[in-house]
């Protein structure tokens, strides 16, 4: 049975494009790996950071809508995305943060690691992870962070759900993850398929009201598959599920296929092929607009109507 490596890449919703570039450019320091736009929306930016590469674990995606209203948090969303840090970087993150007037909590214990909790720019929910595995990982800096304490990629996500266990079984049916405890109201589920994007956290939020999207909220989270074939024997235990995965969608950098779990949170299997430097180089990566073929006759026009970045 196919079983997926973990999250391939997370997708938010933001705004103030220049502040939002350079808060996960510069303060949290990770790469811009590519700038193109929303394939259905194309006078919209999607922007792509993660490691030297962007490799599947480590991508944080955003579709920058400035025009649209906050949104709020709550059930049937996606809410915190935790990046995966080395675990002597903690008092690192913690000045870094503090120097840099970052909305941060202080720091808690979770299934006995150190979290940093903190909010991005339009009020995302975002975590450093302190974690031995991190350590073991290489690091990317651009010079505002150092690469011994760089964000490796991805350590979780945290969903909010008003009935675990539906979510729970799909993630053991569908993606091969297993429980690994729980803290309170915090159910954690982990696939042993590599070092990053290998937790997802369940919070039981019975009697929250349900999320709305807009600016500052997550999009929808995306599972990896090796390939096509593995794509599509998952899509098929999803629709034995009695769910309703979309056909499959060519998104230049991997295929996707989308459903909504049982708790509501937007869903996507993505394939690890082909990647970023599919269409740039390793070295280049994320200085040019890239668009898909469809649009590249359209390519003035786009480049006029998109928001500057720097």
């Known amino acids: 049975m196919a079983k997926s490596a973990g ?16 808060f996960y450019t510069r303060t949290l320091g990770l790469r811009m790996v590519k700038k193109t736009v929303n394939f259905d929306d194309p006078g919209t930016w999607h922007l792509y950071y993660g490691n030297e590469t962007g490799a599947p674990g480590t991508a944080l995606t955003f579709f920058i809508w400035d025009a649209m209203a906050k949104g709020r948090q709550g059930t049937g969303q996606a809410i915190e995305t935790a990046f995966a840090i080395p675990e002597g970087s903690i008092g690192y ?6 120097e840099q007037g970052v909305a941060r909590e202080p720091p808690e214990r979770r299934f006995g690691e150190t979290v940093l909790a903190l909010r991005d720019p339009n009020g995302l929910s975002l975590a450093l992870a302190g974690t031995k595995a991190a350590a073991a990982l290489p690091g990317w800096s651009n010079g505002d962070v150092p690469a011994e304490h760089a964000i490796r990629g991805f350590h979780g996500i945290t969903l909010w759900v008003e009935d675990p266990a539906p979510t729970a079984a799909l993630m053991a049916d569908v993606f091969g993850f297993a429980p690994a405890g729980r803290e309170g109201k915090r159910h954690r589920f982990t696939s042993s398929g590599g070092p990053l994007g290998t937790v997802v956290d ?5 009697g929250v009201a349900s999320g709305q999207f807009g600016l500052g909220t997550l999009h929808h989270v995306a599972f990896r598959a090796a390939n096509d074939a593995d794509q599509r024997e998952m899509a098929s235990r999803v629709r034995q599920l009695g769910l309703q995965p979309t056909d499959q969608i060519d998104r230049q950098y991997f ?10 949170v937007l869903f996507e299997i993505a394939t690890d092929d082909p990647g970023f430097t599919r269409d740039e180089p390793k070295e280049s990566l994320g200085t040019a607009l890239k668009l898909p073929p469809w649009y590249e006759e359209r390519r003035a026009a786009i480049e006029k109507a998109l928001p500057p970045l720097a």
């Open 7 to 22: 999250i391939h890449h997370i997708t938010g919703i933001a705004g103030e494009p220049r502040r939002h570039v350079a």
């Open 93 to 98: 993150w913690t000045a870094r943060l503090a």
């Open 202 to 206: 369940l919070h039981e939020t019975a």
């Open 255 to 264: 295929r996707s296929v989308y459903f909504r779990e049982p708790g509501g």
